[in-house]
């Protein structure tokens, strides 16, 4: 874990606000992944929100229901589908004053500060800037910005939900890291066992 300080008042993270992805099936992890204990927090969602809320504007979880043990501000996607696509959609429907946000989901709490800073600091002038990792690309941990919004209403409308697919139609900027270490999500119990492990 990266412990770096940063001085929150001079940071460009404060410039947009930044949205977890929290309204996934978690089918693999055989429960709801975002709420599995993590650290010294009752769950995984709530050490992602807390740790991350003092670098950006305003912070929001996205969602299907308020299913957690702390006040935090959620943007409701109230579909019956399960698709990041549809969250993405009710994020910059919700968002409407904002320019861009920053996503990044519940499961990858290894992130750094400094990704997600040279992320923002790469995203001018694309749709959308997400980062690339040796063995992955990582579509739903970057910027996204409202010019996707009319595209996103048409790939919804065909019943296209791959986040791949908006991206491979858009001016995007894929920002590469070294590892894949710290962009690690959790899909399977052994996953969070081991990142359980790593963490402390």
């Not at 001016?171 to 962009?183: A, E, G, K, L, S």
């Given at each position: 874990?990266?412990?770096?300080k940063?001085?929150t ?6 410039s947009?606000?930044?949205?977890i992805?929290?309204?996934?099936k978690s ?8 709420l599995?204990?993590?650290g010294?927090?009752?769950?995984m969602?709530e050490?992602?929100?807390?740790r991350?809320?003092?670098?950006f504007k305003n ?17 409701y996607d ?10 993405l959609?009710s994020?910059?429907?919700y ?16 992130v750094?500060?400094e990704?997600?800073e040279?992320?923002?600091?790469n995203s001018?002038?694309?749709?959308a ?11 739903l941990?970057?910027v996204?910005?409202?010019?996707l919004?009319?595209s ?6 065909n019943d296209?939900?791959?986040i ?25 119990p052994?996953e969070?066992e081991?990142?359980?492990?790593t963490?402390?």
């Amino acid at each position: 874990m990266n412990n770096t300080k940063f001085n929150t008042q001079h940071s460009t993270l404060k410039s947009i606000p930044c949205v977890i992805l929290s309204g996934g099936k978690s089918s693999r992890m055989g429960k709801d992944k975002s709420l599995l204990p993590f650290g010294d927090y009752s769950s995984m969602i709530e050490y992602q929100y807390k740790r991350l809320k003092p670098f950006f504007k305003n912070i929001y979880i996205s969602s299907k229901t308020n299913k957690f043990n702390f006040n935090a501000d959620i943007i409701y996607d109230d579909s019956d589908v399960y698709s990041p696509m549809i969250a993405l959609k009710s994020i910059l429907e919700y968002l409407t004053e904002e320019e861009k946000v920053f996503i990044i989901t519940v499961d990858t709490p290894m992130v750094s500060i400094e990704a997600i800073e040279h992320l923002i600091h790469n995203s001018k002038d694309y749709d959308a800037t997400v980062a690339q990792s040796p063995t992955k690309t990582h579509n739903l941990c970057g910027v996204f910005t409202h010019s996707l919004y009319k595209s996103i209403v048409q790939v919804v409308k065909n019943d296209i939900h791959k986040i791949n697919f908006l991206l491979k139609n858009s001016n995007v900027n894929y920002v590469i890291f070294d590892t894949d270490d710290q962009f690690i999500n959790i899909n399977q119990p052994y996953e969070y066992e081991n990142l359980l492990a790593t963490y402390k």
